[in-house]
């Protein structure tokens, strides 16, 4: 692929990881691949903004040399020191050994410590501004979006905002713009990669939404490093983040269950019942055959998470454990959790995902639901009242 050109003299030469499957390890599965992005500026100072993983260093490069000879850049900006932005940084470096390296001064702390370097570092700081000749960058740091390390880079004249791992999507596409892709789609993996990355950081988005609003920049384009670039609406994507962050909610509930011999599982479909009797959209999944990384983006905006388990050792199933202890690290914002299972000589399950559910900041609904063996008719009613009750919980 050609460099693709953003604006007059600025360039996208990143890579296309059409094969990436997982992220952050095993945590978090990418079904539709994805980008890493890289920015070049030709000015008087030529500069590169972020590079690639470092197996897109090779590609990296070649883009880089269809449009100058890369030994002639004089700057990189490093908005992140996490390696599928910066791999490919050691093999720059050995064409640019002379070239000054722009971050933060965590950032130079992560790089030493990932590579080694002896570069010859810049550290700035929000305000720090980069005279580059026709165009002047300027940086804001962004801690814990979603490393210590993050900032933001703005080129002023071109209101273009280059934010990194802010957002950003995990999407492979012949296309780098958000014109030019399904909108659906690309709100769909905007919204996947922030329930699954950055909803624990919510507070921290928030306010770093607001500082830049009162900054009172203008922003026409938004350049992340994963995903499509944002031309044509970059202020949907603020719009949805200030959603998202803020924890606004619709409707909705979202209920997850495994089961042994399918008590459980009968009684799970009686409570949707009477969540949809309320007028509450409803998602039932079964999660030992569904991607939990889906779970937590259907609760992005959904008011009640529901789980079920019947107990098993005085808890609750084990296939349940990584999404619950996945919701522990996220904790959702402003959202209501309800538990419910089968037992037979003994309970806990309930009890123990009450705990997990409160210990990851939701509110309780209402009193937990349990049923001894297989629910007859009057027990399955019992449940379909639950979940009216859910129901009218969810819309007050």
Same mark, same amino acid.
């Given at each position: 692929?050609?460099?693709?050109?953003?604006?007059?003299?600025?360039?996208?030469?990143?890579?296309?990881?059409?094969?990436?499957?997982?992220?952050?390890?095993?945590?978090?599965?990418?079904?539709?691949?994805?980008?890493?992005?890289?920015?070049?500026?030709?000015?008087?100072?030529?500069?590169?903004?972020?590079?690639?993983?470092?197996?897109?260093?090779?590609?990296?490069?070649?883009?880089?040399?269809?449009?100058?000879?890369?030994?002639?850049?004089?700057?990189?900006?490093?908005?992140?020191?996490?390696?599928?932005?910066?791999?490919?940084?050691?093999?720059?470096?050995?064409?640019?050994?002379?070239?000054?390296?722009?971050?933060?001064?965590?950032?130079?702390?992560?790089?030493?410590?990932?590579?080694?370097?002896?570069?010859?570092?810049?550290?700035?700081?929000?305000?720090?501004?980069?005279?580059?000749?026709?165009?002047?960058?300027?940086?804001?740091?962004?801690?814990?979006?979603?490393?210590?390390?993050?900032?933001?880079?703005?080129?002023?004249?071109?209101?273009?905002?280059?934010?990194?791992?802010?957002?950003?999507?995990?999407?492979?596409?012949?296309?780098?713009?958000?014109?030019?892709?399904?909108?659906?789609?690309?709100?769909?993996?905007?919204?996947?990669?922030?329930?699954?990355?950055?909803?624990?950081?919510?507070?921290?988005? $928030?306010?770093? %939404?607001?500082? &830049? #609003?009162? !900054? /009172?920049?203008?922003?026409?384009?938004?350049?992340? =490093?994963? @995903?499509?670039?944002?031309?044509?609406?970059?202020?949907?994507?603020?719009?949805?983040?200030?959603?998202?962050?803020?924890?606004?909610?619709?409707?909705?509930?979202?209920?997850?269950?495994?089961?042994?011999?399918?008590?459980?599982?009968?009684?799970?479909?009686?409570?949707?019942?009477?969540?949809?009797?309320?007028?509450?959209?409803?998602?039932?999944?079964?999660?030992?055959?569904?991607?939990?990384?889906?779970?937590?983006?259907?609760?992005?905006?959904?008011?009640?998470?529901?789980?079920?388990?019947?107990?098993?050792?005085?808890?609750?199933?084990?296939?349940?454990?990584?999404?619950?202890?996945? $919701?522990?690290? %996220?904790?959702? &914002? #402003?959202? !209501? /959790?309800?538990?419910?299972?089968?037992?037979?000589? =003994?309970? @806990?399950?309930?009890?123990?995902?009450?705990?997990?559910?409160?210990?990851?900041?939701?509110?309780?609904?209402?009193?937990?639901?349990?049923?001894?063996?297989?629910?007859?008719?009057?027990?399955?009613?019992?449940?379909?009242?639950?979940?009216?009750?859910?129901?009218?919980?969810?819309?007050?």
């Amino acid at each position: 692929m050609e460099p693709v050109v953003l604006k007059e003299n600025i360039y996208w030469v990143g890579a296309i990881d059409w094969d990436m499957s997982y992220f952050h390890g095993p945590v978090y599965r990418t079904h539709r691949g994805t980008t890493y992005n890289s920015y070049l500026i030709i000015d008087e100072k030529i500069t590169l903004v972020d590079t690639v993983f470092a197996p897109f260093a090779g590609e990296m490069l070649e883009r880089i040399s269809r449009i100058i000879d890369p030994s002639r850049i004089d700057y990189v900006v490093i908005n992140h020191v996490e390696t599928d932005h910066t791999g490919a940084l050691p093999e720059l470096m050995k064409l640019i050994p002379k070239a000054k390296i722009f971050c933060t001064a965590r950032g130079k702390a992560g790089l030493l410590k990932h590579y080694y370097g002896d570069w010859d570092y810049v550290v700035v700081e929000t305000g720090t501004e980069l005279p580059l000749g026709k165009r002047t960058l300027s940086f804001i740091e962004a801690p814990m979006l979603h490393w210590p390390d993050s900032m933001f880079t703005y080129i002023r004249e071109e209101a273009l905002l280059m934010p990194n791992d802010a957002f950003g999507q995990h999407l492979a596409s012949s296309f780098r713009f958000d014109d030019e892709v399904e909108n659906k789609l690309i709100m769909e993996e905007a919204s996947r990669y922030y329930a699954n990355i950055l909803y624990p950081l919510s507070k921290l988005v $928030l306010k770093k %939404l607001d500082e &830049v #609003n009162k !900054l /009172g920049i203008p922003i026409s384009m938004i350049a992340p =490093s994963h @995903g499509v670039i944002w031309r044509e609406n970059p202020g949907q994507i603020i719009e949805a983040y200030q959603r998202w962050a803020a924890g606004e909610w619709l409707p909705k509930a979202v209920m997850v269950y495994d089961t042994m011999w399918g008590s459980t599982a009968a009684m799970a479909r009686a409570v949707a019942e009477g969540l949809a009797a309320e007028n509450v959209d409803t998602k039932l999944i079964k999660v030992s055959i569904r991607d939990i990384n889906n779970i937590f983006t259907e609760l992005l905006e959904a008011r009640l998470l529901v789980v079920g388990s019947p107990t098993v050792n005085r808890s609750y199933l084990s296939v349940l454990s990584p999404f619950l202890d996945e $919701l522990s690290g %996220l904790k959702p &914002v #402003n959202r !209501l /959790g309800a538990a419910f299972g089968s037992y037979g000589w =003994s309970k @806990g399950a309930v009890k123990n995902i009450e705990a997990k559910l409160e210990a990851a900041g939701l509110t309780l609904a209402g009193e937990g639901l349990e049923q001894l063996w297989v629910p007859d008719a009057g027990e399955l009613k019992s449940c379909y009242e639950w979940g009216r009750a859910l129901g009218r919980a969810v819309k007050k």
